[in-house]
């Protein structure tokens, strides 16, 4: 497998759950993204990991969202107590290096999250 | 970041040239100018990226001119299979990538 691969690809969580979303990147890529989509809007960035240290984390919606990549590989984006707000799909991707002409960030296929 | 505008919808038809105009007053020297797209159910894909003139790949070519201000992706004779919303970000770094709403186009047969 040579892309983003993000587990579960459907989630559907009863409001107040804890929920773990997990992204492999691509093997070797030093930067790893998390984004929340909302139906029929754009990805919104969320954070962002150069390899295992979290330098932007600013658009985390709250202190219930955790996300972390201890290894500088596998991330784990956790969302405590789930609230209905929190339903979007949560997008992973990777990239070899950080800057400049030519770097492009590789998306998985998404972490779709319900909350009922 | 710049701020882009795009249009939020355009329509075509099989064969067509699609020409998408985005436009972004405050482009900053060192930003970079970027094009995904996206199909549903999947996460955005890279199309180009450019900085000024013309780029051209297998996919589409980038239209930037001199002032840098809009940018103009062009997809030559479409396919149903180009179906999907375009999105453009400026930026130079890609830690933050700034998407706005995108312009979804249909292409009919």
């Known amino acids: 497998g040579a892309g983003v691969s993000q587990s579960p690809r459907y989630k559907v969580a009863k409001r107040g759950q804890d929920v773990a979303l997990r992204c492999d990147p691509i093997?070797?890529?030093?930067?790893l993204f998390w984004y929340q989509q909302a139906l029929g809007q754009g990805p919104e960035f969320l954070t962002y990991?150069?390899?295992?240290?979290?330098?932007?984390k600013s658009g985390l919606p709250s202190d219930r969202f955790f996300a972390e990549r201890p290894e500088g590989s596998v991330s784990t984006l956790k969302i405590q107590r789930t609230q209905q707000e929190d339903s979007a799909v949560y997008l992973c991707?990777?990239?070899?290096?950080?800057?400049?002409?030519?770097?492009?960030?590789?998306f998985g296929q998404g972490t779709r999250l319900t909350v009922v | 970041l710049a701020k882009t505008t795009q249009p939020i919808s355009m329509d075509s038809y099989e064969g067509q040239e699609v020409n998408i105009t985005c436009s972004h007053n405050?482009?900053?020297?060192?930003?970079?100018i970027t094009w995904y797209q996206q199909f549903p159910s999947q996460g955005p894909r890279f199309i180009i990226q450019?900085?000024?003139t013309k780029v051209t790949n297998e996919v589409a070519s980038l239209f930037i001119p001199a002032d840098r201000k809009s940018s103009t992706l062009s997809l030559p004779r479409v396919s149903l299979s180009d179906t999907a919303v375009y999105y453009c970000?400026?930026?130079?770094?890609?830690?933050?990538?700034?998407f706005g709403t995108g312009t979804r186009l249909q292409v009919f047969p």
């Open positions: 991707a990777s990239s070899l290096n950080l800057g400049g002409v030519g770097t492009e960030a590789f």
């Open positions: 093997s070797g890529h030093v930067s």
């Open positions: 990991f150069q390899n295992e240290a979290q330098l932007d």
């Open positions: 405050n482009i900053a020297t060192n930003d970079y």
């Open positions: 450019g900085y000024k």
């Open positions: 970000l400026v930026g130079y770094n890609t830690d933050k990538l700034i």
